[in-house]
């Protein structure tokens, strides 16, 4: 009986990672690859209706074939967009989730070579609400977890610094649901065998 519980529970676990590990995003377009700027393009813009998923207060600016590699395929955004003089720059997308439950959120951020230490946008979706403060001109990955409050989220980026139209490239957003179910019912199945071990 002891080798079964343990077999299950150690199924159990392998394929709560493995669920992790296999969802798919639930966001659209999160490399910005679409529209593809072709091989001649360099930062144009876009109405936010042409660029797939994404919605903004300005226009969407897309990063090819110039400056910083991609982190991610070959196309990044720059948060900080050539806009219509508005006072900030956001972007964001809006997907369905299930309120209560967790996810986890992850994108690759880097600064504008030109104004460093300066550059900075929040993030929030759900419970979450932070800012990041970039500090390199490398890629670098970013992880938070939240929770929906709602069956539909908003995922936005918005500028914090700087005011011109130069910093934060934003790219790889990434949504997918956090295995809690499939943990829960892990922790259940040890209890499940502490409380057979403890009755015998």
């Known amino acids: 009986?002891?080798?079964?519980?343990?077999?299950?529970?150690?199924?159990?676990?392998?394929?709560?990672?493995a669920a992790g590990a296999a969802h798919a995003?639930?966001?659209t377009n999160g490399g910005f690859e679409l529209p593809g700027a072709g091989p001649n393009a360099t930062t144009p813009s876009y109405p936010s209706a042409s660029v797939d998923g994404w919605?903004?207060?300005?226009?969407?600016?897309?990063w090819a074939n110039w400056g910083i590699a991609s982190y991610e395929g070959k196309q990044?955004?720059?948060?900080?967009a050539?806009?219509?003089?508005?006072?900030?720059?956001?972007?964001?997308?809006?997907?369905?989730?299930?309120?209560?439950?967790?996810?986890t959120l992850t994108f690759a951020a880097a600064e504008r070579k030109g104004n460093p230490g300066n550059q900075s946008f929040n993030v929030s979706a759900g419970s979450l609400d932070e800012d990041v403060l970039l500090t390199t001109t490398a890629w670098t990955?970013?992880?938070?977890?939240?929770?929906?409050?709602?069956?539909?989220?908003?995922l936005m980026f918005e500028t914090i610094s700087p005011e011109g139209t130069a910093g934060n490239f934003i790219d790889d957003v990434r949504v997918v649901p956090e295995p809690s179910s499939l943990a829960l019912m892990g922790l259940g199945l040890l209890g499940l065998a502490g409380a057979r071990r403890f009755k015998k």
């Not at 002891?2 to 990672?17: D, E, G, M, Q, Y």
């Not at 990044?76 to 900080?80: A, G, I």
């Not at 720059?89 to 209560?100: H, R």
Request: proline share 1%; aromatic share 14%.
């Open 141 to 154: 990955k970013y992880s938070f977890v939240f929770q929906a409050i709602e069956e539909t989220t908003r």
């Open 25 to 27: 995003s639930l966001i």
């Open 82 to 103: 050539q806009n219509d003089g508005g006072p900030t720059w956001s972007i964001w997308q809006d997907f369905d989730t299930t309120a209560g439950d967790f996810y």
């Open 76 to 80: 990044h955004v720059e948060l900080n």
């Open 1 to 17: 009986m002891r080798k079964i519980i343990a077999s299950a529970l150690i199924s159990v676990c392998a394929t709560t990672f």
């Open 55 to 62: 919605t903004s207060n300005t226009k969407i600016e897309i």
